[in-house]
């Protein structure tokens, strides 16, 4: 079989969950790669309706093993709460796997997130105080603890001490707010160590083992490829990288044993958060869209800015991931509108631009260019061959196959797992 990457494409909630749901069926093994619980998965199939945060969506594919990757940043409580809630629905955890190298969200993560975010006030980036941003910069800064350190309580409690003794200096000195116990801390991380550690193992051998025996493996991201800390619209990013790449370096597997990189976009631009986005509506359409498609945050429930499709953004996505195919999500959600509008260009500074500004300063002065097309104004979601597809809804799909520069795989009608119809083979 082949190793497939997923990621978002756009500023993330492309509908990645759906996909991967779908995907996984076909999957022996189902890594996520990068985030934290700051990402999102919703998932509707016949197990019911779910929003995973750190759990891979393969779960609900039985015959998959779910790695939770070392690129990946876990939150000890969300995670087990998330487990508890899935063996509640029935199903089954016995496959998941936890890297021994993934990064720990701490108590004080979260404590720094939020109160950084006050200090920032109207300049806030937005995040969604989960800790992430700060767990990324801790594991840079050589001062993460990973999951591995939880089986060995002494090295943990050694290790613990030093880190919050230094945190505590930036909580009272910088922030003026009261300090965090270690010793409650490390009782507490411990009973997390008790609950996790059966599924905490060495997962690049289970991978490489993987790969050896020819086995389809699915690679799981999380955000957007906008939302990258290099590519993206820094800094109203994320903290790690969404980029097709980062499969590679979060899971552990080597870049040449990539065969191919799916791409999901929605049919429009939604974005959470603050940052510049060129299409964003602040009119009767964008809240049409917000409204029909219920745009609100699976972690946070913000309503989410919404936009026509941008494929100058697209365009740029397309470069930087080197998709070999796109999954084209949402597209139900246009039934109702009588014309579509797809932006072409930029123009910044009274010049017309075709490329995404690195400069998040240009990028708040574009204006976008539009090119419009007739809607189909008729109920698409029952629809399951491309052929059968009103004459202008094909040829939207096939005017951003041409703008991003890759050929349409999937379109989604529904959020449903069986609304998706296949215009080429993935896998």
Not at 163 to 181: E, H
Not at 356 to 369: G, N, Y
Request: proline share 5%; aromatic share 8%.
């Amino acid at each position: 079989m082949s190793v497939i990457v997923v990621v978002g494409a756009q500023w993330g909630d492309e509908g990645k969950g759906k996909v991967v749901d779908l995907l996984a069926e076909r999957a022996q093994v189902v890594v996520r790669f990068s985030g934290g619980d700051n990402a999102g998965h919703t998932v509707i199939n016949p197990y019911g309706e779910f929003k995973l945060h750190i759990v891979p969506v393969g779960i609900f594919s039985p015959e998959a093993t779910c790695i939770i990757g070392n690129g990946v940043v876990i939150n000890p409580s969300k995670l087990i709460e998330e487990i508890d809630q899935l063996n509640k629905c029935g199903v089954s955890t016995s496959r998941l796997v936890i890297s021994d190298r993934a990064h720990l969200v701490m108590p004080y993560h979260l404590l720094l997130d939020a109160l950084e975010e006050e200090r920032r006030a109207g300049g806030a980036l937005g995040t969604t105080r989960r800790g992430i941003g700060p767990a990324f910069a801790d594991k840079v800064a050589r001062l993460g603890i990973r999951a591995g350190e939880l089986l060995d309580k002494e090295a943990l409690k050694e290790r613990l001490h030093f880190i919050v003794d230094y945190k505590n200096i930036i909580l009272t000195k910088v922030y003026r707010t009261s300090p965090l116990s270690p010793d409650e801390m490390y009782s507490q991380y411990c009973r997390y160590g008790e609950r996790l550690a059966p599924y905490i193992k060495e997962t690049t051998v289970i991978l490489a083992e993987a790969l050896s025996c020819g086995q389809a493996i699915l690679l799981e991201g999380a955000q957007g490829a906008l939302l990258d800390p290099d590519f993206g619209t820094y800094p109203y990013t994320t903290s790690s990288s969404p980029l097709a790449g980062e499969g590679c370096l979060g899971a552990g597997i080597g870049p040449t044993r990539i065969d191919s990189v799916l791409g999901v976009f929605k049919a429009y631009c939604t974005r959470v958060g603050s940052g510049p986005m060129p299409t964003e509506l602040h009119d009767e359409t964008g809240n049409l869209i917000r409204e029909r498609a219920h745009e609100y945050g699976t972690t946070t429930g913000r309503a989410r800015r919404c936009g026509w499709f941008d494929a100058v953004a697209a365009h740029f996505s397309q470069r930087v991931n080197g998709f070999t195919g796109v999954a084209l999500t949402r597209l139900d959600v246009l039934d109702v509108l009588p014309s579509l509008k797809i932006c072409v260009a930029y123009k910044l500074d009274g010049k017309t631009i075709d490329n995404f500004p690195s400069s998040v300063t240009a990028l708040e002065r574009c204006q976008p260019v539009y090119e419009e097309m007739d809607g189909w104004l008729t109920d698409i979601s029952h629809i399951r061959k491309y052929d059968q597809l009103p004459p202008q809804a094909r040829k939207y799909i096939e005017r951003l196959e041409e703008l991003i520069s890759c050929p349409v795989s999937l379109v989604c009608v529904g959020p449903e797992r069986e609304q998706t119809i296949e215009v080429r083979p993935v896998w």
